[in-house]
C-alpha cells in the first residue's frame, strides 16, 4: 500500500530526510491500525522528473510486524505510477486548458520544451475523465466555481486548494487519484467499497 509523505523542500531535502526511517515513519500501520508496529523494511526506486530535477528517487518501504504486509511512503509531490511530479503535471494542464496555450507553448511553461505531444494528449485525456468526479470531490475542500466546463471548474478548484495540498486530501482520505486510476489498478488493491445509505424509517 501507498501512502503519502508528508514533505515540503526541495528533492535534496527528501533524499536527505528519507534515509533517516525514524524521521518520517507512520505512528501506525494504515491496514490493520496497529500501533508502533512498522519496522524499516528497505526502499525501492523510480523515476522522477520535477522542474529542476531528472532522475531516480528512493521510496522508504516499511513492514508491519502484525499483518506483515509493506507501506510505501511516496512523496506527496509525485503521484502514483507516473513518472512526472504533480508541479510540472499542474503547470502542463492549467497553461493548455485554462490559458488556452498551444501543446507545445504548455509543455515549454511546464520545463518539457521537447515533451512529446502524446505525453500531453494523455495527461489530458485522463484529465478530463476525471473532470466531473474531481469537482465533486474538491468541494468539500472549496467552494465550487462558475466554469464553462468542468475541466475549467476542476482546475480552478485546484487552483484555490493547490494542487499538493488537494492530492494529499484525495488520495489520503478517498485514495483517489488526481488523473485517474488506471483500468486494471483498484487503490491499495481492492475496489472502492461504499456504505450503502441507511433505510429511513
Known sequence: MQILHRFTG?????????SDPDICRPDHCPLCHALSCLIAWGFYKRSLVDLEFDGII????????FCHRTVSLLPEFALPYLRFSIPVISLFLVTRLLEGYT??????AASQPDMPYQRGQFWIRRFLAQATALCAALVARTAAV???TFAARALQMLQAVGWI??????????????LGWPPFLAPSGIPVRLQP?????
Open 10 to 18: 526541495s528533492i535534496q531535502q527528501y533524499l536527505k530526510q528519507i
Open 58 to 65: 528512493p521510496i522508504r518501504r516499511y513492514r508491519c510486524v
Open 103 to 108: 501543446l507545445k507553448a504548455a509543455a515549454k
Open 146 to 148: 462558475s466554469a464553462a
Open 165 to 178: 495540498p488537494a492530492h494529499r486530501f484525495l488520495f489520503s482520505e478517498l485514495r483517489f487519484h488526481l
Open 197 to 201: 445509505a441507511e433505510a429511513k424509517t
